[in-house]
């Protein structure tokens, strides 16, 4: 990268997603989770504020049925979920964290609070505060 040329907010955003993919990625290896992705971790937390069906996960994660089904099968065979036919729509399958999928959950949880404690601490809380502000007014408030 080049010190002449001043970085676009898109490649700011591209570059900080991959250190934080990174972050969490080396973390979760060395707290024993060898092989957890970032779109993993996300399905666990999306399956913490309740079982969830695939097509909810698909909405919620922005991905599709197809991914959300896969991974889901990943973190079943892990152990940090369990999957059931849904008692309403046959067709829907629950899933639900197992308590090795909470613990997980908890730990990652944690680990990410302390690489947003790194961030804060390197440019200060004000300046910090500030870029959540900035970046929340460019998100598209339609996608949650």
Known sequence: MS???????????QLMAAQTRKGLNEASAALGYDGIS??????????STGSRNIQQLAER???????CAREIAKLREAGFVVTKTDSVDKRAVRVMLTPKGETLLADLGAEK?????????R???EA????IKTLSA???TDTD
């Open 113 to 121: 609070l302390r690489l947003e404690a790194e961030m804060r601490d």
């Open 128 to 131: 910090y505060a500030q870029t």
């Open 61 to 67: 994660t922005g991905t599709t049925k197809q991914f």
């Open 138 to 140: 460019l998100l598209d």
């Open 123 to 125: 440019i200060g809380p």
């Open 38 to 47: 970032v779109p993993e971790a996300r399905l666990i937390w999306e399956i």
């Open 3 to 13: 010190s002449d040329r001043q970085l676009t907010l898109f490649e700011v955003l």
